[in-house]
């Protein structure tokens, strides 16, 4: 008989505890990192699973994340701009019920709901700690600061004044979504990140809502606030219970200069010793070297990301930790890096909505590849699903909890989607596992007013064309439209979208009952 088995019913009790805890879970997600900017896209088996070629760019964390979790393969960004998908990743629902359907920036109404559950509060209920590091960028924009950037919740003076165009401050209240522990970093300048957070050890002694400027790269910044949180010495969160962290870095987003880049890692992996010219770093065959110039600072932004995740990662190894984290490795949007003559992203092709997808839980799942169509509001569900709290998941929740696929339960009923939706300020349209359909209204994505007609309405053969070259319009290929068509009816009128309210282009789209 065991020494355990004769010893106190306290140690008895803390064994069963330390056997039954839930699993961490940890979500990290890069700005603007498109799906095939990682290194294991270069081998096998992943090789094969790659539409087009995949970047030559150095990223060992992510490689080692893939190599030992669930890479997915049909990941999709659903609205490829950062405030729509923030929107649907924390809510598990699509925009119209979220309340953000464009970038929030100053001038505009879009903000998340408060009043909706989100991963955080749905995992806060679930006795989780909870804890937010990054960009947030999904508030309304008002001018509630000082002209020092200090937050002081009214316009009047000596508030009245935006600390940033694009994203603002969460302050304390609904709109943080019970988040426990809180540490912002807002503004596209790498090197000078604006810093809030509820702890002011970390932020040289100010309060929460006062500007902190440690005027450092942010994924350091972030790490090193994520380690001193993980290790816990000054009591930031409940030991004893598991933790729900985000993590939002916002490099590679541009700008991509010599000021916002990690330049000693792009000398040392990306200079033009190791490649004069850039043609073998750009190599999509659609691109256009002079849009895609900036392609050696967005790779080292990349590179230098995966080198500070890593560093997490590496002490959650430490800590005994990370063989029962559910690491769900992803990103908002892609990255056209000069593809189609383009930059950025908030376009339908493949560059600028695939995204990466990866759980990582060596406890929980064995390693593999999945093709399933995975959209943005599916993260909220299949993470509750994989930390067993899938009882918990509210009915409002529009994503699909894939949890049972991922585990590879032998009762799985969860169907695989034919089609996923993909929208635009001006567009709407359904990615399947091989084409793209895409209806784009006359109008412009940032005009408020009522497209119409539409401008175009084609499909990509993402099997014939990887590289997206030739738009084929509808009436060229009447089945296999009528069978997208008939996708996008049944989506929008599903997920309530505007479109399916006003019937818009009824004459095409098939508004079916569900």
């Known amino acids: 008989m065991s020494i355990?088995?004769?010893?106190?019913?306290?140690?008895?009790?803390?064994?069963?505890?330390?056997?039954?805890?839930?699993?961490?879970?940890?979500?990290?997600?890069?700005?603007?990192?498109?799906?095939y900017s990682a290194g294991f896209w270069s081998q096998d088996p992943y090789r094969n699973h790659v539409v087009g070629k995949p970047d030559p760019v150095i990223t060992p964390?992510?490689?080692?994340?893939a190599e030992n979790g669930v890479v997915f393969t049909q990941a999709v960004s659903n609205f490829p701009l950062c405030s729509p998908y923030r929107g649907m990743l924390m809510s598990g629902m699509y925009p119209e019920q979220n309340g953000i359907w464009n970038n929030c920036k100053v001038g505009r109404d879009h903000s998340l709901k408060d009043d909706i559950p989100t991963i955080p509060d749905l995992f806060l209920n679930a006795g989780y700690n909870t804890s937010y590091f990054g960009k947030c960028h999904w508030l309304k924009n008002d001018p509630l600061f000082d002209e020092k950037g200090n937050y002081k919740g009214t316009t009047e003076e000596p508030g009245g004044h935006y600390v940033n165009n694009y994203d603002t401050y969460i302050p304390p209240g609904?709109?943080?979504?019970?988040?426990?522990?809180?540490?912002?970093?807002?503004?596209?300048?790498?090197?000078?990140p604006h810093i809030y957070s509820n702890d002011s050890y970390v932020i040289d002694g100010k309060k929460d809502g006062d500007l902190y400027l440690p005027q450092i790269f942010s994924p350091i910044s972030e790490s090193k606030t994520i380690i001193d949180y993980l290790q816990n010495e000054r009591g930031q969160r409940d030991s004893d219970k598991p933790f729900c962290m985000i993590w939002s870095l916002n490099p590679p987003h541009n700008p991509w200069n010599d000021e916002s880049t990690d330049m000693e890692?792009?000398?040392?992996?990306?200079?033009?010793?190791?490649?004069?010219?850039?043609?073998?770093?750009?190599?999509r065959k659609n691109v256009d070297k002079e849009v895609g110039n900036y392609v050696r600072h967005y790779y080292a932004n990349v590179t230098s990301t995966d080198y500070y995740i890593g560093l997490v990662l590496d002490e959650l190894e430490k800590m005994g930790e990370l063989d029962n984290t559910i690491v769900?490795?992803?990103?908002?949007?892609?990255?056209?890096?000069?593809?189609?003559?383009?930059?950025?992203?908030?376009?339908?092709?493949?560059?600028?909505?695939?995204?990466?997808?990866?759980?990582?839980?060596?406890?929980?799942?064995?390693?593999?590849?999945?093709?399933?169509?995975?959209?943005?509001?599916?993260?909220?569900?299949?993470?509750?699903?994989?930390?067993?709290?899938?009882?918990?998941?509210?009915?409002?929740?529009?994503?699909?909890?894939?949890?049972?696929?991922?585990?590879?339960?032998?009762?799985?009923?969860?169907?695989?989607?034919?089609?996923?939706?993909?929208?635009?300020?001006?567009?709407?349209?359904?990615?399947?596992?091989?084409?793209?359909?895409?209806?784009?209204?006359?109008?412009?994505?940032?005009?408020?007013?009522?497209?119409?007609?539409?401008?175009?309405?084609?499909?990509?053969?993402?099997?014939?064309?990887?590289?997206?070259?030739?738009?084929?319009?509808?009436?060229?290929?009447?089945?296999?439209?009528?069978?997208?068509?008939?996708?996008?009816?049944?989506?929008?009128?599903?997920?309530?979208?505007?479109?399916?309210?006003?019937?818009?282009?009824?004459?095409?789209?098939?508004?079916?009952?569900?």
């Open 61 to 65: 964390t992510i490689d080692k994340l």
């Open 174 to 192: 609904k709109s943080r979504h019970g988040i426990e522990y809180f540490y912002q970093s807002l503004k596209d300048e790498h090197f000078n």
């Open 328 to 514: 769900i490795f992803s990103s908002d949007h892609g990255e056209m890096l000069g593809s189609h003559g383009k930059e950025g992203k908030n376009t339908v092709e493949l560059e600028a909505s695939a995204i990466p997808f990866i759980v990582h839980w060596p406890k929980g799942l064995k390693p593999g590849i999945t093709d399933v169509l995975f959209s943005a509001p599916d993260v909220l569900p299949t993470a509750m699903g994989l930390a067993g709290i899938q009882s918990q998941i509210p009915e409002e929740i529009e994503g699909t909890n894939f949890s049972d696929l991922i585990l590879n339960k032998e009762n799985n009923t969860v169907k695989k989607p034919e089609a996923v939706l993909f929208m635009l300020g001006n567009s709407r349209g359904v990615l399947s596992n091989r084409y793209s359909l895409c209806l784009t209204e006359n109008k412009t994505q940032w005009n408020l007013s009522e497209g119409t007609k539409l401008a175009e309405a084609f499909i990509y053969d993402n099997l014939e064309d990887p590289y997206q070259l030739n738009k084929i319009d509808i009436k060229e290929i009447p089945e296999i439209a009528e069978n997208l068509l008939k996708e996008l009816g049944t989506l929008l009128r599903k997920t309530n979208d505007p479109w399916y309210q006003q019937k818009k282009y009824n004459d095409i789209i098939p508004y079916t009952k569900l």
């Open 265 to 283: 890692t792009l000398n040392k992996y990306y200079n033009k010793d190791k490649f004069p010219e850039i043609d073998t770093l750009l190599a």
């Open 4 to 35: 355990l088995t004769l010893g106190c019913k306290s140690n008895i009790r803390k064994e069963q505890a330390v056997e039954e805890r839930k699993p961490n879970v940890l979500i990290i997600f890069p700005d603007q990192l498109r799906r």
